[in-house]
């Protein structure tokens, strides 16, 4: 199609690289993870961040994200969402509470390769629903990537992802919205690439999946209605409703070996 670039594909070196920078994802998440409790502010989460890539020798593939489209930068390190913000969210001066629902989406490069993860936490002690929704979207994450097979297609995955979700809303009996008007996406010596990778789709549809391909796979699920816009931040994806959101990511590659998950912990 005129307009649209071919996939990105990696040697076996370069995936290597990849995983360098999936490696500093994973170990940033986890001690921002450790960090959520009430009180904190999410710009305290966004230096915790800064410090963890700075140590490790990368850079944050968010902070100025955007600026070379002709929009503001985006300002922080980390994206730090939270209840009914679905994505995007900009560190500040916002207080955690006992409660909330927190969405934290890290991406770090280490010598020109990108990596990409996103994880959702509950702020103390969180309503079960919120439990629920947390649990279901990370479900989803899940049956995405063990949809990814060599020779396969990007849709085996789109719709494994949508599968998920249909069932655990029967299963929990709550209304989950999957949020179409985002994506995943390819990654590599750039943040977003192609192929797109919808969280709704058909089996056996899109781009094959082939040995040397990345893609961030991460589906955004709200309890309620997926309508969403986005706020005079010129960032910030809210639900239309209201009602609260999660958010889970990963970045992976498939080889001969199976799936490789870039960005989880050793």
């Known amino acids: 199609m005129l307009g649209r670039r071919l996939p990105e594909i990696k040697t076996p070196d370069q995936l290597q690289a990849m995983r360098r920078a999936g490696s500093v994802v994973a170990r940033t998440l986890a001690v921002v993870r450790d960090a959520v409790r009430p009180g904190v502010s999410t710009a305290e989460l966004d230096r915790i961040a800064a410090e963890v890539i700075n140590s490790a020798g990368a850079e944050p593939s968010f902070l100025g994200y955007g600026a070379d489209r002709g929009r503001q930068g985006f300002p922080g390190v980390i994206c730090t969402s939270v209840n009914d913000e679905i994505i995007h969210g900009i560190p500040g001066d916002r207080v955690l509470q006992p409660g909330d629902l927190i969405s934290i989406d890290c991406g770090a490069m280490v010598g020109g390769w990108h990596g990409d993860a996103?994880?959702?936490?509950?702020?103390?002690?969180?309503?079960?629903?919120?439990?629920?929704?947390?649990?279901?979207?990370?479900?989803?994450?899940?049956?995405?990537?063990?949809?990814?097979?060599?020779?396969?297609?990007?849709g085996d995955i789109s719709a494994a992802v949508e599968e998920r979700i249909d069932a655990l809303e029967t299963e929990h009996d709550r209304p989950y919205g999957i949020v179409t008007d985002y994506v995943g996406h390819g990654i590599g010596t750039a943040m977003h690439q192609e192929p797109d990778v919808p969280n709704v789709g058909r089996r056996g549809r899109g781009p094959r999946i082939v040995p040397g391909l990345v893609l961030a796979i991460e589906p955004m699920i709200t309890l309620g209605s997926a309508a969403n816009h986005i706020t005079d931040d010129d960032w910030t994806v809210v639900t239309d409703d209201g009602r609260p959101a999660a958010h889970w990511e990963h970045t992976i590659t498939v080889t001969e070996h199976g799936v490789w998950v870039l960005t989880a912990e050793d």
């Open 118 to 154: 996103a994880i959702t936490v509950g702020v103390g002690d969180v309503a079960a629903e919120l439990e629920r929704l947390c649990a279901a979207t990370r479900s989803a994450l899940e049956a995405g990537i063990g949809a990814a097979r060599l020779g396969g297609r990007v």
